[in-house]
């Protein structure tokens, strides 16, 4: 069954989602053997998460229960199946800021017990857990864009989401911005997407005042049909992701979305890429109902020779013609 939305997911350094290349490269060959060996974190103990992401703090956990599970996949599917075909063209306000280590200190990441992808004797990866940050980056100077989102329906009636930007800042500061496609990666959790991840009820939390269901997900990596690309200079090599999902427990809109690579790739120099984002309701001037689209995404990352982040905010949002711009 195809997925009613072909997702781009965030990328870094990246390229647009492509099909599979005919031809498996050599570092997508090490990319795909180190997610097949390594154990996510999904399957940690409950209690081992909170301790590593922040963003779990408060969370109350509750038994397992695969019925529950199953009818709040199936509540937050038809959720993003309601809004998919509402979503019109979009423009809004994009603001973004790069993250970057203090001058003259040294940033690290402590991992906890688990953590990382590291061979045991029989050859395979030991299960790993969420890299916890113990330093500050600091803050630059904003960039703002002009964040268009458009709403294709393709000819077997799915929808494709596609996000281009047009710099508003001066030439010198019209910088790319390292992570794309966010307008769509929540379609981890679309009906047809579901069965390339797994997926694992946790309990409920708070958030910004309102009741969410926390699931934790992982990718599969045989499954994944399309997934994100990073861009490596002599190509492109897959992301795939595992994270954790709050899904507001009324209405069954996702609040927040936090995604972490399926596994370190340090054969790649690559560590680290988690992201972090806010989704909210908007109302749009000249449009009927309210949308859930994103409010804020935080990137961060690690390799081998360094360690950063970027941080986007979105407002402003607006129903896209040809001629409309964002005023200041």
């Known amino acids: 069954m195809r997925s009613p939305l072909q997702h781009a997911a965030i990328l870094f350094l990246l390229a647009p989602i492509t099909a599979h290349a005919q031809q498996t490269t050599p570092?997508?060959?090490i990319a795909m053997q180190q997610y097949l060996r390594t154990t996510p974190y999904i399957d940690l103990p409950p209690a081992q998460l909170i301790k590593s992401v922040k963003e779990l703090n408060g969370l109350k956990l509750e038994p397992e229960d695969a019925a529950q599970l199953d009818t709040i996949l199936q509540n937050t599917g038809e959720t993003i199946s309601a809004q998919l075909p509402r979503v019109p063209n979009l423009l809004c306000r994009e603001e973004i800021a790069e993250e970057t280590q203090p001058t003259n200190t040294t940033v690290t990441s402590v991992r906890v017990a688990g953590i990382g992808a590291n061979t045991d004797s029989r050859g395979g990866s030991t299960l790993q857990s969420p890299a916890v940050a113990t330093s500050k980056f600091v803050r630059g100077d904003w960039r703002r864009y002009e964040y268009i989102i458009h709403s294709t329906k393709e000819d077997d009636?799915?929808?494709?989401?596609?996000?281009?930007?047009e710099g508003t800042a001066p030439t010198a500061q019209k910088q790319a911005p390292h992570g794309t496609g966010f307008a769509s990666l929540w379609t981890i959790f679309a009906a047809g997407n579901r069965s390339e991840s797994t997926f694992r009820y946790l309990?409920?939390?708070?958030?910004?005042?309102?009741?969410?269901?926390?699931?934790?997900?992982?990718?599969?990596?045989?499954?994944?049909r399309k997934p994100a690309q990073l861009n490596i200079g002599a190509g492109t090599i897959p992301l795939l992701y595992q994270?954790?999902?709050?899904v507001d427990a009324e209405n069954f809109h996702i609040l927040r979305l936090r995604t972490d690579l399926r596994a370190p790739l340090p054969e790649l120099n690559l560590k680290r890429i988690t992201s972090t984002i806010d989704y909210s309701k908007v109302t749009i001037e000249q449009f009927p109902e309210p949308l859930w689209l994103t409010k804020q995404v935080e990137i961060l990352w690690q390799t081998t020779q360094a360690e950063?982040?970027?941080l986007h905010r979105y407002s402003k949002y607006q129903l896209f013609h040809a001629t409309v711009k964002i005023l200041p």
């Open 243 to 246: 994270g954790f999902a709050w």
């Open 157 to 165: 009636g799915s929808i494709t989401l596609e996000e281009t930007r």
């Open 27 to 29: 570092a997508q060959a």
């Open 308 to 310: 950063g982040g970027e």
């Open 203 to 224: 309990g409920t939390q708070k958030l910004d005042g309102r009741a969410t269901h926390v699931i934790a997900f992982a990718q599969i990596p045989d499954k994944v």
